[in-house]
């Protein structure tokens, strides 16, 4: 009998707003955030088999792929049941530590992936109900595309596109950043809470497009001003971005990739050309909606 297989792309997310609120009894924090789907993306291979067990290959020996790794034990849920086996092949685009969220959109791929295959029965609240336990960026990348999160993050509500999409450069510094150790370096900066909540309601409960111009105004990150402070050179990538011409520039999660957002295409044409062999890691981006996501 041939072998299923199934081609993925496990898309990358930016935090295009992300306010750290205070901490919980279970030693997390609240957060509220917007977070965003790009067409940076994974590949990702399922294979079924006959002989059961979870196989998982990946081309970057960073990422685990024993039986200690998330996207085993994510898999794990749905196979238990399932007398047959999953081979899991990952080439990876998206940085690792990168605050890109690329660990997590895997395993939602992965979760979504295994559901096509098999044909399970599971309700998008269900899955998202598993992938809470897989990362507070994971339940996002079940749903993809614009969404609001809060909570720990595993909150998620689903926004409206934003239409056109939104140019980007990324440029990872080949910094690698921990989110616990990002978090706990908050916690002991003075410059906490150096910005008020936006104001993001008139996004919520609403049916059409978000335009572009709409998000100018809210990109935002907690952990900026303080990843900034301890590595100079984000704050100098951030100016660098500004000055050849994005609308603003920041940080994505919980770093250490920059983005800077432009207004039209050609402008980021014109600034990746000059700007893509003065880092290791630069990207060109667009948001995408969750229709795009979905597989």
């Given at each position: 009998?041939?072998?299923?297989?199934?081609?993925?792309?496990?898309?990358?997310k930016?935090?295009?707003?992300?306010k750290?609120?205070?901490?919980t009894?279970?030693?997390y924090?609240n957060?509220?955030?917007?977070?965003?789907?790009?067409?940076?993306?994974?590949?990702?291979?399922?294979?079924?088999?006959?002989?059961?067990?979870?196989?998982?290959?990946?081309?970057?020996?960073?990422v685990?792929?024993?039986?200690?790794?998330?996207?085993?034990?994510?898999?794990?849920?749905?196979?238990?049941?399932?007398?047959?086996?999953?081979?899991?092949?990952?080439?990876?685009?998206?940085?690792?530590?990168?605050?890109?969220?690329?660990?997590?959109?895997?395993?939602?791929?992965?979760?979504?992936?295994?559901?096509r295959i098999?044909?399970?029965?599971?309700?998008?609240?269900?899955?998202?109900?598993?992938?809470?336990?897989?990362?507070?960026?994971?339940?996002?990348?079940?749903?993809?595309?614009?969404?609001?999160?809060?909570?720990?993050?595993e909150?998620?509500?689903p926004?409206p596109?934003?239409?056109?999409?939104i140019?980007?450069?990324?440029i990872?510094?080949e910094?690698?950043?921990?989110?616990?150790?990002?978090y706990?370096l908050?916690?002991?900066?003075?410059?906490?809470?150096?910005?008020?909540?936006?104001?993001?309601?008139?996004?919520?409960?609403?049916?059409?497009?978000i335009k572009?111009?709409?998000?100018?105004?809210l990109?935002?990150?907690?952990?900026?001003?303080?990843?900034?402070?301890?590595?100079?050179?984000?704050?100098?990538?951030?100016n660098?971005?500004?000055?050849?011409?994005?609308?603003?520039?920041t940080?994505?999660?919980?770093?250490?990739?920059i983005?800077?957002?432009?207004?039209?295409?050609?402008?980021?044409?014109?600034?990746?050309?000059?700007?893509?062999?003065?880092?290791?890691?630069?990207?060109?981006?667009?948001t995408?909606?969750?229709?795009?996501?979905s597989?």
């Open positions: 009998m041939a072998e299923n297989v199934l081609k993925l792309k496990s898309y990358a930016v935090n295009l707003y992300l750290i609120g205070h901490r009894g279970d030693g924090h957060i509220e955030s917007i977070m965003q789907t790009i067409d940076l993306f994974d590949e990702i291979n399922l294979k079924q088999t006959d002989r059961p067990g979870i196989f998982i290959e990946c081309d970057n020996p960073e685990p792929t024993d039986k200690n790794s998330i996207i085993y034990k994510a898999a794990e849920i749905l196979m238990n049941n399932i007398n047959k086996g999953i081979n899991i092949s990952i080439k990876k685009h998206i940085p690792v530590a990168s605050g890109l969220g690329g660990g997590s959109s895997n395993v939602a791929t992965v979760l979504k992936g295994i559901c098999f044909n399970l029965p599971l309700s998008p609240a269900q899955l998202l109900n598993i992938a809470t336990n897989f990362g507070m960026d994971t339940p996002f990348f079940i749903l993809g595309g614009t969404a609001f999160a809060r909570g720990r993050g909150l998620v509500s926004l596109s934003i239409y056109p999409p140019p980007l450069i990324l990872n510094p910094i690698k950043v921990s989110t616990k150790w990002a706990q908050y916690d002991k900066s003075i410059d906490k809470n150096v910005k008020n909540i936006a104001d993001f309601s008139y996004l919520l409960n609403r049916s059409e497009i572009p111009v709409e998000i100018y105004s990109i935002y990150n907690s952990f900026d001003l303080i990843l900034s402070q301890k590595f100079p050179v984000i704050e100098k990538i951030k660098r971005l500004k000055k050849l011409g994005s609308i603003t520039a940080i994505s999660g919980s770093g250490p990739t983005y800077g957002i432009f207004e039209r295409k050609n402008d980021m044409v014109r600034v990746y050309n000059e700007i893509k062999d003065e880092y290791p890691l630069v990207y060109q981006a667009y995408i909606g969750a229709q795009d996501t597989l």
